[in-house]
T-cell receptor, first 115, second 111 residues
Framework: KAGVTQTPRYLIKTRGQQVTLSCSPI?????VSWYQQTPGQGLQFLFE???????NKGNFPGRFSGRQFSNSRSEMNVSTLELGDSALYLC??????????????FGPGTRLLVL | EDQVTQSPEALRLQEGESSSLNCSYT??????LFWYRQDPGKGPEFLFT???AGEEKEKERLKATLTKKESFLHITAPKPEDSATYLC????????????FGKGTHLIIQP
């Protein structure tokens, strides 16, 4: 069974630009969560989508947004990029439950560098 | 405030030298504790889920245990391929805040 896939794997952007990252969950998984990983803050929860609806949201500014499609694939968007947005963005999927109910399986991540 | 603290931050062992990694947590109403392994440049790889105090799970050279305040990841006779960062995480906000991760333990096994 294929795992979680994320595209692109690497991105370089400049301040002020916007970026869209994509995530395809494990087949049959309907919940997709996004996390940001930085050396200073570690892994931090961004948001979770289930059935095309944002179910939970972490403590990030509104520049960070996402959506989920009917096939459970998800995208996240970061607008007006800042230097501090440089990070590894990880997507995780689970069958249907959120973080408190089921194991989440992570993709390889998209490494974003903002110059 | 829900918190997860891992220790030590880094650990260097000789091949075959057993040791334990610690994950202490403060969360109301534990809904599970997760252990992941992360290799450089990759996403976290799921290892174990523990749900109740006294529970233990094993996989090859790894054994995870859980008490009411902390979890241990015991590594028996490690090999160089066990070198990685080990992360523990708990669901917080009743799961509404996703997983809260510790900063991880960076483990190096020298041949």
């Amino acid at each position: 069974k294929a795992g979680v896939t994320q595209t692109p794997r690497y991105l370089i952007k400049t301040r002020g630009q916007q970026v869209t990252l994509s995530c395809s969950p494990i087949s049959g998984h309907r919940s997709v969560s996004w996390y940001q990983q930085t050396p200073g803050q570690g892994l931090q929860f961004l948001f979770e989508y289930f059935s095309e609806t944002q179910r939970n949201k972490g403590n990030f500014p509104g520049r960070f947004s996402g959506r989920q499609f009917s096939n459970s694939r998800s995208e996240m968007n970061v607008s007006t990029l800042e230097l501090g947005d440089s990070a590894l963005y990880l997507c995780a999927s689970s069958l249907a439950g959120g973080a408190g109910e089921e194991t989440q399986y992570f993709g390889p991540g998209t490494r974003l560098l903002v110059l | 405030e829900d918190q997860v603290t891992q220790s030590p931050e880094a650990l260097r062992l000789q091949e075959g030298e057993s040791s334990s990694l610690n994950c202490s947590y403060t969360v109301s109403g534990l809904r599970g504790l997760f252990w992941y392994r992360q290799d450089p440049g990759k996403g976290p790889e799921f290892l174990f889920t523990l749900y109740s105090a006294g529970e233990e799970k094993e996989k090859e050279r790894l054994k995870a245990t859980l008490t009411k305040k902390e979890s241990f990841l015991h590594i028996t006779a490690p090999k160089p391929e066990d070198s990685a960062t080990y992360l523990c995480a708990v669901p917080t906000g009743g799961g509404a805040d996703g997983l809260t991760f510790g900063k991880g333990t960076h483990l190096i096994i020298q041949p």
